[in-house]
C-alpha cells in the first residue's frame, strides 16, 4: 500500500468516526427530548438550561446557535404546531 493510500484510508476513518460521534449526539439529544423533564419546558431558555444541565460536554462542544435553532425546533413541537 502507497503512502497516499495510506492517507486516504486514514482519511475514510477519521470521517467515519466523526459520522459516528455526530449520530451518537443526535440520539443522545433525542433521547432527552422524549423525557418527561423535558416536556415540562416550555420556553428557549429553559430548553437551553435543559440541554447544558443534562448533556453539558455536548452542550459545550455544539454552537449556541445550533442550540437555539433546535430549542425553537423543540418548542414548536411541544406547542404541537
Known sequence: MSEQD??????VLEKQA????RE??????????NTDDFKLCKTKGEI???WEKNIPD???T????????????Y?????GS
Open 6 to 11: 495510506k492517507i486516504k484510508e486514514q482519511k
Open 24 to 33: 451518537v449526539m443526535i440520539q443522545q439529544v433525542e433521547d432527552l427530548t
Open 75 to 79: 418548542i414548536s413541537i411541544l406547542r
Open 58 to 60: 455536548l452542550y459545550k
Open 18 to 21: 466523526k459520522e459516528k460521534e
Open 48 to 50: 437551553l438550561l435543559f
Open 62 to 73: 455544539l454552537s449556541r446557535t445550533f442550540m437555539e435553532t433546535m430549542s425553537k425546533k
